[in-house]
């Protein structure tokens, strides 16, 4: 018997990567272009998603993670346009830096809208469309908040929020592996994106997350994008219910 051949190609394979236009989605986006794959990248931001996709060349579908109507419309567009969903990302993110006692109900029910809500609304619309072909590989990311609380930085709605990334995840794995399809999360640590741009900018704090992490420097966008590339290859077809975690050994501590 042949054993396969161990490959990350997406040749002939459609992804729809949500938050692709900009930072950690970008860089994913661009790597499954690199890859074979054609790719839809969504964005609520149409100026910035139109410019992405047309510097990337792939194909922008706007929508808005908020509202399940725009993400059910989006994921139908890319469906009708792709005849089929392989591969989904869903990166949204909203991040809330407050001690937890000055924070707000409305605040805290916008990160978790953006970060959680976000990513069930994704995943339950993407979810229908490959359970019925069979067969598909949903990537969400999370974030090492989900694993370790961060410092000097206070922010307890975003670690929450994507600690429950992280659960969910293995949730629909379980419930969908025996259908088809695969669920996995990546957890980046501290990567060099607009919006880690003004933490960055602030010596003591960015002093402090190269103290604790082992590998004294923050991520490029490409350096997360191949985990996620890994996990909606057939190089995983073995693997779900995983979060891969990408923070050059800050949780380790």
């Not at 399809?181 to 003004?198: C, D, L, Q």
Request: hydrophobic share 45%; net charge neutral.
């Amino acid at each position: 018997m042949r054993t396969p051949e161990v490959s990350f190609r997406l040749d002939g394979k459609s992804a729809f990567i949500i938050g692709g236009a900009t930072g950690i989605g970008k860089a994913i986006a661009t790597s499954m272009l690199a890859h074979g794959a054609t790719v839809y990248i969504g964005s609520r931001n149409v100026e910035v998603g139109e410019r992405a996709s047309a510097e990337m060349g792939s194909v922008f579908v706007p929508l808005d993670v908020t509202d399940s109507g725009s993400v059910d419309a989006a994921v139908d567009r890319v469906v009708s346009l792709a005849g089929r969903l392989d591969i989904a990302v869903n990166s949204p993110g909203g991040r809330l830096n407050k001690p937890a006692e000055l924070t707000t109900d409305e605040e805290w029910r916008d990160v978790f809208n953006v970060n959680l809500d976000g990513i069930f609304r994704a995943a339950r619309a993407q979810g229908r469309v490959m359970l019925e072909q069979g067969v598909g590989s949903i990537v969400n990311v999370a974030s090492m908040s989900a694993l370790a609380v961060n410092t000097p930085q206070t922010q307890s709605a975003y670690n929450a929020s994507k600690a429950a990334v992280v659960m969910y995840t293995k949730s629909l794995a379980a419930e969908w592996a025996p259908r088809g399809v695969r669920v996995n999360s990546i957890s980046p640590g501290y990567t060099a994106t607009a919006m880690t741009e003004k933490s960055r900018a602030e010596p003591a704090k960015l002093q402090a997350w190269l103290d604790l992490t082992p590998q004294a420097r923050v991520a490029e966008p490409w350096e997360i994008a191949g985990s996620a590339l890994f996990l909606a290859s057939g190089a995983a077809s073995f693997v779900t219910g995983h979060n891969l975690v990408v923070d050059g050994g800050y949780t380790l501590w």
